[in-house]
């Protein structure tokens, strides 16, 4: 039961490069979100899905999109990256079910140049 | 809306010393309050939680109780440990805001040998 990965760890970007970056969970779990992360500014929640088909916006949509085309995957793509969007992405899954508690992945570590 | 709102960090303690990190919440509902953990370089982690007024959380001798009249879950421990050092977020969910959580912004705790 490997919980929450995200594909890469790692990448560098060029600024108006585009890249996916990849959320997989393995316990079933309705709800799946993304979150980026920034020194002295928390966890804000980009977009997210309730369901396999739906995606939803969070906080700070803008210059992302997401699909949910399997239940247990969650994509979020960067069409063309600015240097504003160097963080760190944490993808984050629940069950629907119970008190609301999150499992969260190692994250994803992007620097946009 | 819903918001959490955690004593400000940066908080430094000596090895064995006791620590109070506040955590005060406005929900409209009767939500769900977290206390999350993050290690450097990994992801959030559930420490605690508690799920109605009066609640005890525990775990790892953290503890917080869910105090619904002052609206507060603040996270104690009698005696940290280096092993300690890590950024904790007070957390609260509600099934009134479609599945998502609010996070504070994170207290980074560092503690000294």
């Known amino acids: 039961n490997a919980g929450v990965t995200q594909t890469p760890k790692f990448r560098v970007l060029k600024t108006g490069q585009s890249m996916t970056l ?13 979150y980026r992360q920034d020194p002295g500014m928390g966890l804000r929640l980009i977009h997210y899905s309730v369901g396999e088909g739906t995606t939803a916006k ?28 160097t963080s760190v992405y944490f993808c984050a899954s ?20 | 809306g819903n918001s959490v709102t955690q004593m400000e960090g940066p908080v430094t303690l000596s090895e064995e010393a006791f620590l109070t990190i506040n955590c005060t919440y406005t929900a409209t509902g009767y939500p769900s309050l977290f206390w999350y953990v993050q290690y450097p370089g990994e992801g959030l982690q559930l420490l605690l939680k508690a799920t109605k007024a009066d609640d005890k959380g525990s775990n790892k001798g953290f503890e917080a109780t869910y105090r619904k009249e002052t609206t507060s879950f603040h996270l104690e421990k009698g005696s940290v440990q280096v092993s300690d050092s890590a950024v904790y977020f007070c957390a609260l969910w509600d099934n009134t805001n479609a599945g998502k959580s609010t996070f504070g912004d994170g207290t980074t705790l560092t503690v000294k040998p």
């Open chain 1, 22 to 34: 990849l959320c997989a969970q393995d316990m079933n779990h309705e709800y799946m979100y993304w």
């Open chain 1, 58 to 85: 969070g906080e700070v949509p803008d210059g992302y999109n997401v699909s949910r085309l399997k239940k247990q995957n969650f994509l979020l793509g960067l069409e063309s990256a600015a240097p504003s969007q």
């Open chain 1, 94 to 113: 629940f069950r629907d079910r119970g008190p609301g508690e999150q499992y969260f992945g190692p994250g994803t570590r992007l620097t946009v140049t």
